[in-house]
C-alpha cells in the first residue's frame, strides 16, 4: 500500500469534510461532525482488522459520510420510500465525490471503482469487503452514537433498529460489538434486542 498517497487521499477527504457546518464536541472541542465521523471510522477499522486493511477499504471506512450535509434527509418525504431514495442517493454522491478526490491523485480506474463499489454497499454478505465495511459503521455507531440516539428515541424504536443493526453485521462484527461499554441503560435495551 503506498502510504503517502493514502495519506493525501486521506487529507483531501478530511478537508472536505472540514467544511461541515455542523458541529460536535469532541474533548471540549467543536469538531465539524463528519470530519470526527471520518476519523472514527479510520480508527475502528483499524482495530477491527487482523493486519492492514486494503487501500480501497480504508479509503472507503474514511470517506463513508463525505459531504453528507449537502444532500439532507429534510429534502426527501419522510416516509420509507423517502428515506430510502435519500440513502440510494447519498451512496452514489459518497462514491462519486470520492472517485473524483481520487483521480486528483492519479489513483487507477480498478481502485476508484473498488472503493465506489465498496461506499454503495454492494454485495452485502456476499463481498468481504462491503461486509467489513458495513460492519465497521455499525460499530462506529453503537460505540459512538447510539447512546445519545437512545435518549431521543422510544424502547420501541431502539430496539427496532438495534435488530436490525445486528441482522447487517457478520459474526466477528457482532462479537466485537459484545466488547463494547455501554451504560447500564443502553446494555439493558441492548439485551432486549437480542433477546
Not at 487529507?11 to 467544511?19: F, K, T, V
Request: aromatic fraction near 8%; hydrophobic fraction near 35%; charge should be positive.
Amino acid at each position: 500500500m503506498n502510504n503517502t498517497r493514502l495519506e493525501s487521499i486521506f487529507l483531501l477527504i478530511d478537508q472536505s469534510n472540514a467544511e461541515d457546518p455542523n458541529l460536535e464536541n469532541e474533548d471540549g472541542k467543536s469538531v465539524p461532525k463528519e470530519l470526527l465521523y471520518g476519523q472514527r471510522m479510520t480508527k475502528m477499522l483499524e482495530g477491527y482488522v487482523d493486519g492492514q486493511p486494503s487501500e480501497p477499504l480504508a479509503i472507503a471506512a474514511r470517506a463513508q459520510h463525505i459531504c453528507r450535509w449537502e444532500i439532507p434527509r429534510e429534502k426527501y418525504p419522510m416516509d420509507r420510500t423517502g428515506y430510502l431514495k435519500w440513502r440510494t442517493d447519498l451512496k452514489k454522491f459518497h462514491a462519486d465525490k470520492t472517485s473524483s478526490l481520487m483521480q486528483q491523485l492519479d489513483y487507477d480506474a480498478r481502485t476508484i471503482e473498488r472503493v465506489s463499489f465498496l461506499l454503495q454497499k454492494k454485495q452485502l454478505k456476499r463481498d468481504s469487503g462491503t461486509q467489513i465495511l458495513e460492519d465497521i459503521v455499525c460499530l462506529v455507531f453503537l460505540k459512538y452514537y447510539f447512546e445519545d440516539f437512545s435518549k431521543k428515541h422510544n424502547d420501541e424504536k431502539i430496539i427496532d433498529i438495534l435488530q436490525k443493526t445486528w441482522r447487517k453485521m457478520s459474526e466477528k462484527g457482532k462479537k466485537h460489538a459484545l466488547t463494547l461499554k455501554f451504560s447500564p441503560a443502553a446494555s439493558d435495551l441492548i439485551k432486549k434486542a437480542l433477546a
